[in-house]
């Protein structure tokens, strides 16, 4: 696969095949991920990969605090509510993967088990749990720089044919991750990223997500054409 094929492939995975994913394979593909560039170089992040009982007690966990309605208790701050495009666009994705998996809008009881999916990581075989050091929690770069890690991660584990999923649900409840797979107190955490072989079966892993187009993310600011499109104004009137 090529850069393109990679990047225009990939999509979130939330249905996995059983099968462990083979350490040698992680190892590679968080080598690969950690040639993201950071701030100064700073590579402020510590991935803690997590299979088999410590994730399934992670699981069990997050589980019982989501039924017994426990707030989230997450360390990396959220942004609250999502209003106006941000919320459509939210909105737009739901309908998207509501669709694909047959889940009606007013079935609680569907919405319920998704959301559940959703906190036991979609049973993916491996999480991995990204965190920043505690000394740097004060800025936002941080943050920034495990974005452009985690990227790399879900980029590099797709052109391997594995499937990841970013997710918050997973560490909402960040003191049952934190005491499950023993993360040392000056880590913050920050997001963490579901693993493992798509199973192709799984209607919602076919969901495209769409994506502004550039004219709508980017503006142009010195370049030729665009100054003759400032001009026209002026030309016009003349
Ligand atoms: C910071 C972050 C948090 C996310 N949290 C969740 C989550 O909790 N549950 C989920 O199903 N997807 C989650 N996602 C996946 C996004 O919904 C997904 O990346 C987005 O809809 C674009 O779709 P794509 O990844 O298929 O391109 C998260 C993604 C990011 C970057």
Redesign the pocket.
């Known amino acids: 696969m090529n850069y393109d094929d990679v990047v225009n492939g990939?999509?979130?995975i939330?249905g996995f095949r059983p099968e462990p994913v083979p350490r040698s394979v992680i190892e590679e593909i968080i080598a690969l991920a950690s040639r993201a560039p950071s701030s100064m170089n700073t590579q402020p992040w510590h991935l803690h990969v997590l299979t088999g009982e410590p994730l399934d007690r992670i699981r069990a966990d997050n589980t019982e605090r989501n039924l017994a309605g426990v707030p989230p208790s997450r360390e990396s701050r959220g942004t609250g509510q999502y209003e106006g495009d941000h919320r459509q666009r939210q909105i737009e994705?739901a309908v998207q993967?509501f669709q694909a998996m047959g889940i009606e809008r007013h079935d609680q009881e569907k919405r319920q088990d998704w959301v559940l999916r959703?906190f036991r990581q979609?049973d993916a075989p491996v999480s991995i749990v990204v965190t920043y050091d505690r000394a740097l929690a004060d800025g936002d770069i941080a943050q920034f720089d495990c974005?452009a890690l985690?990227n790399g991660l879900?980029n590099a584990a797709w052109s391997r044919g594995l499937g990841c999923?970013?997710?918050?649900?997973?560490i909402?409840h960040s003191p049952v991750v934190r005491a499950h797979a023993g993360i040392p107190d000056d880590q913050v955490i920050m997001?963490c990223v579901a693993m493992g072989y798509p199973d192709d079966r799984f209607p919602a892993n076919a969901?495209?997500?769409k994506r502004r187009p550039v004219h709508e993310v980017a503006r142009f600011v010195g370049f030729a054409d665009t100054e003759a499109e400032a001009l026209a104004p002026a030309v016009a009137r003349s």
């Open positions: 990939r999509r979130s939330r994705i993967l959703g979609f974005g985690v879900v999923v970013i997710n918050s649900q997973g909402m997001i969901v495209v997500s």
